[in-house]
């Protein structure tokens, strides 16, 4: 099912930016389904960016462009009826963020901030941004931040949170659904739970694919689906990585037409490892200590030590709901007070209470 899943990702709004056709690259290298929001990413990251200087920021803006633009685009998403959208900064209670920073996440993104103990109650701190996150999905997203993902050291996480459902404009009937014959791979075929229905739809062809795009009642928005037509379903993908979704919404017909439509009922989730994509695309100094995040606070420093993302989307006879969660996790090298680093040529004793060295020895290259 991944022909239907891999495109579906809340891109339908508009056409791929050059940021969305690089993550599609690397996210789709993964195998089997897959579902993410890029629209999750790119406002997380964006609000991130707000508080970058230097060559952090210039990271940023090489791999997302000009990050205002997500500021647009939080925009022209919040206030739709069938999209709840949702950001809120959860920062250490002890943490004095600049109010320039502040103030940008709070007027472009709604962004309010919450203060919490990240230094004492950090699992309780985990625990209250994921019982956050799940409200704003209807429960669909739980548990975005797996345990160790805060720790006493986390100063900032920055949220994003989304949630879709529409019905179709003309639904399926649920007495029509079927087994029938789905292709996994040119070895492979099963028989799956079929949706049947005639509906007015748009057609076309690129990119070696069939295109259809099935629209949502009272809204603007609709699911392209491209299924590989003589090509491999990775071909179809890169064409998108490349040419972006516009291109593929250009081939469709303008007027539609009456057609039969079958389509597999699916539910898809699935994490996206961002902590290891992200430096693959180019943002590599705001996981290191390179980092440059005084826009955000000036103190301690600061650096990104996860990224977060989870997706689910269910298809089915009435509609769509889909909800998806990104987290930027900023964290600082040491605690307050003393800090002790080991950053050179050193001797090791392995003792026990009164003194007596059991093993012992120097440690010159960790690597060898």
Do not use: C
């Not at 920055?158 to 003309?170: D, G, Q, R, S, Y």
């Not at 509609?319 to 050179?344: H, K, L, N, W, Y």
Request: glycine letters at 6%; proline letters at 5%; zero cysteines.
């Amino acid at each position: 099912m991944r022909s239907l899943a891999a495109l579906v990702a809340l891109t339908s709004i508009a056409s791929a930016e050059p940021f969305e056709a690089k993550l599609h690259s690397e996210v789709a290298k993964s195998e089997g389904n897959l579902i993410y929001a890029p629209a999750s990413i790119g406002i997380a990251l964006a609000m991130t960016r707000e508080g970058a200087g230097g060559d952090t920021a210039k990271e940023f803006d090489a791999v997302l462009g000009d990050h205002t633009k997500y500021r647009a685009l939080y925009r022209s998403l919040a206030g739709r009826p069938e999209l709840a959208i949702a950001n809120r900064l959860f920062a250490e209670a002890s943490l004095r963020l600049e109010k320039p920073f502040v103030d940008v996440t709070k007027t472009a993104y709604d962004a309010p901030v919450e203060a919490l103990d990240f230094g004492r109650k950090h699992d309780s701190a985990r625990k209250h941004i994921n019982a956050w996150v799940a409200k704003q999905t209807k429960d669909k997203i739980k548990d975005l931040l797996p345990e160790g993902a805060i720790t006493k050291l986390t100063r900032l996480v920055l949220v994003n949170a989304i949630h879709f459902k529409a019905a179709w404009v003309e639904p399926f009937s649920e007495s029509s659904t079927r087994p029938a014959k789905f292709q996994v791979d040119a070895k492979t075929a099963k028989q799956v739970p079929t949706m049947r229905g005639e509906m007015t739809v748009k057609l076309g062809k690129h990119g070696g694919a069939r295109l259809i795009d099935l629209p949502y009642a009272d809204s603007k928005l609709s699911l392209l689906i491209a299924v590989p037509d003589g090509s491999s379903l990775r071909d179809v993908e890169r064409a998108y990585a490349k040419d972006g979704l516009g291109k593929f919404l250009a081939a469709l017909d303008r007027q539609g037409g009456e057609t039969l439509v079958t389509l597999p009922k699916f539910k898809i989730e699935a994490d996206v490892p961002l902590t290891e994509i992200l430096p693959k695309m180019g943002i590599k100094a705001a996981f290191s200590d390179f980092a440059d995040f005084k826009a955000i606070a000036r103190g301690p420093k600061l650096f990104i030590s996860k990224v977060v993302h989870k997706a689910v989307i269910e298809v089915n006879e009435k509609g769509t709901e889909a909800a998806a969660a990104t987290a930027v996790v900023i964290s600082t090298d040491s605690g307050p007070g003393r800090s002790f680093a080991v950053d050179r040529a050193f001797a090791f004793f392995l003792h026990d209470e009164a003194g007596n060295v059991l093993f012992a020895g120097r440690v010159t290259d960790p690597t060898r």
